[in-house]
């Protein structure tokens, strides 16, 4: 299965660049949560490092074809499991979304993303030429269904990283750049309604505050403020590992969650920043080479449908750490904490090696 | 892959790595603005959200008597505090902490309110001096209560509760006391009376600070610096502790027994006016206002009959009765009118400008033939209505005011007030009318318009003891800044009159027989083996100048005033005893009694004399005496 020539194909540039994100994640999680006694969070995450890379190793052996070949089973299994969540999963903070395992609660939702990365890399790779309306419309409804599932737990967050693997690879596929503007104008349009109707009072809450923080300077837009605060105060180089105020005296909730990325920019500055950025164009870029280099179509969507959520994650995690963005249940991948998200995001990777590793066979 | 879709795949995977680039680009820009730009404004405010100054409060000075004993020194009073700053739920605060503390949630709500426009990094107090169990709940429940805070402040303590007066009290500075001293600011305690006032500056010290680490729920993390609080100058007094007892202890005799709960005395060493003893009763507990006063404990003080908040041995003002005769017998001598030879014929009463003038020795018949010694050693009423009818008003009132008396002592207290002794002047000034010679002779026997504070008592005394000097009582004897204690130079004397010796011979002569003889109405005064000269007076009490028939009622007790000097070569004591409607100044001559057997045992290091009771003080309840 594995053949020997194809380990000279890994691209190592790639994993390395991955793993450098993976151990400064490890680094902040010790960081943030050095305050309080007895935390080994950082011990966890190394741990699910461990279990990532061993199912990466599996997501990256099998030729991805097999994956996008047997996609609908995997497809109709995660909506199995996801369903399974919504009704018998465990309630955490007043959401259901995880399923106790003996070691730890799996986050099924983060591999939805995977999972939909798939099927929509299948869908789009057995058609030819521009998507059709109907083309869309399926493919939107296969995003559709397990997002619905993820926002009902509720998620919304998570939930809503699915949208742009769905917008990513139909862009991909050839989607008419018109078709583009009327879903923006839609979504446009839908946005009061889904204002009034579609959200719950704390999700709009967090809109509000975050367009004008200080009308709830203790409440939602804390969090903002505080991030702000966190950053700002890193100053160029910033103040030094475990020397950080505020996240070391908690002033930021979650930091070593949500708010990872603040705490690396508190602790070493707006050069600490740059490294970390730069470490995550790097990873995106060359996997977007991993797309272009792809041998065929199911590949390239592929990978472009797996990189779409991760993108759309930093982007948005990296944003709302400097308190420019809404506060929202996001996570940064590969550096913050969390296991589901940890090995989920690797498994992904292993896929985007997979493919441009497999460049060259048949 | 066809090379049509190849082309598209290509192409739009370039748009897709702009499109990432770009907004790489955008995020980096913010945090440059946030990091580099805009980097001070959030260092600022992340500095206020985690450094905290603490005031450190810092103690007053100690306070000893002259023989270094500790009169006043602090204790350690805990206060519980609310911190709103990062209170998530006040209201549930409030209400744990005052099921905690066992206080009433609305209450405990109320004094939040009143305090809820100030900062919210300001502690608003609930409780002032705590209890150790109600420290101990708080602590208990500090993890729930993470915006409580305990801080321990030193505060006055007034060991054995004497002397009140003289300490008086400390309380917050008031916005009047603000303005006026750019020193104080608004929290601090000062002293509202007493020593605690005069001596402010000098006892205050300074606050110190520290500047600490809290993290976000305001716990406290570490200690950045601290600059250590200045313990107030440390002051030696020149009470003695022993004396300052021995006086409380004989007024708690007469209360004991019946007589009076309320006087005063002042002792003075006649040499140098150093105060060695000075009570007014009755007092509060000074210890009462250390930790704040509430306002029941407030009103009850105010609302008093008795007036415990009065010093009454500087502020209050009676009539000196038969202890003013000295100065009319001064007065004569220096004036050439009489002699110490003059003789007065007593029946027990006169007649001058048609009014019947009573002595006290009336229903005995009088005093008969008397001459001066006499006249004070047995106090003839007679005697000095006919000399300050020979001698004139004007007379008198210079050499009273010689002596100390109808002005002001300029004692080291705040708020003394000023006594009075008639003139011509007086009376045209204040009531523009003319003085009537009428008026003198109630006048030679201490009475009429005649009122002194007990404290320009103790001066008059002093007076005759020193010859004339008029010392200025003082109470601050040495003073140690942290260096050591240094002597502080004791006041000028206010004035020096000059009496010639020869004349005051005689007079002291009068006094020595008061305590010495058995005719002397002061004679339970006397200390064997010591020459004590005093003399007595029993006044009526001001502005109830018609003796009431039911003396029962003891409100209308005449007052009873010991003033003395021993010994009588070289004195170095002297002072004065008054007690409140004590019927007669031989009550008070007990009391003085106690004070110099104690000041004479410690002078010989003998024992002290045990703590007097009702019993063996032996006070005299019978009416007649003047």
Redesign the interface.
Known sequence: MFERRLYHHVDWALVAAIFALCALGVVYIYSATA?RTNSHLYVTQLYAIVIGVGVMLVTLSVDYRAFTDKSHLVYCGLLLVLLYVLFLGKVEMGARRWIPLRVFNLQPSEFAKVGVALVLAKFFGEN?GVPAWSDLAIAGLLTIVPLGLIAREPDLGTAVTLVPVFL?VA??A?MRMRILGILFIGFVLLAPVVWKFGLKDYQKSRISTFLDPSQDA?GAGYQQI?A?????????TGKGFKHG??GQ???LPVAHNDFIFSVL?EEQ??AG??VA?GL??FV??RS?EA??LA???PG?YLV?GVLASF?FQV?YN??MS???APVKGLTLPLMSYGGSSMIATLAGFGLILNVRMRRFTN | MPHEDRRRIGVRLSVMQYFVIGLFSVLAVSFWVLQVAEHAKFEEMAENNNQRTVPLRAPRGVVFDRDGQVLVENRHAYSISIVREHTKDLNATIRLLAHVLQLDPAGVKELVDRHRREPTYRPIMIVQDATLAQVTAVTVHKLELPDVDIEQIPTRRYVDALAAHLFGYVGEVNDAQVAADSSLKSGDIVGQQGIEKSYNTLLMGEDGAKHVVVNSVGREIRQLDEDLATEGHRLRLTIDADIQKAIEDGFKAAGDGGLTDAGAAVILDPRNGEVLGFSSLPAYDPNAFASGVDRKVWNSLINDDQKPLQDRAIQGRYSPGSTFKMAVALAGLEEGIITPETTVFCPGHANFYGREFHCWMDRKGGHGSIDLRRAITESCDVYFYTVANMIGVDKINKWATALGLGDMSGIDLPNEVQGLVPSTQWKLQTRHEKWYAGETISVGIGQGAVSVTPVSMAVYASSLANGGTRVTPHLLKEVDDGGGWKAVPPPAPQATADIDPEKLEPIRDGMWGVVNTPRGTGITAKVAGRDVLGKTGSAQVVGMQTHAADKTNKTLRDNGWFVFYAPRENPTIAGVVMLEHGIHGGNAARVTHHILETYFAKLDGRPLPATPTPDTMKFDFSDADR
Not at chain 1, 228 to 236: A, H, N
């Open positions: 305050a030819r990513a862009y991909l050839g203790k505080q702000r605060i966190t950053v700002g105060s890193g100053g160029l105020t505020q005296l908690q002033f920019a500055g707006f920043v740059l950025l995550y164009l995106i870029l977007l797309a272009r041998k065929d179509r390239s472009l993108t982007l990296i944003t400097a308190g420019l």
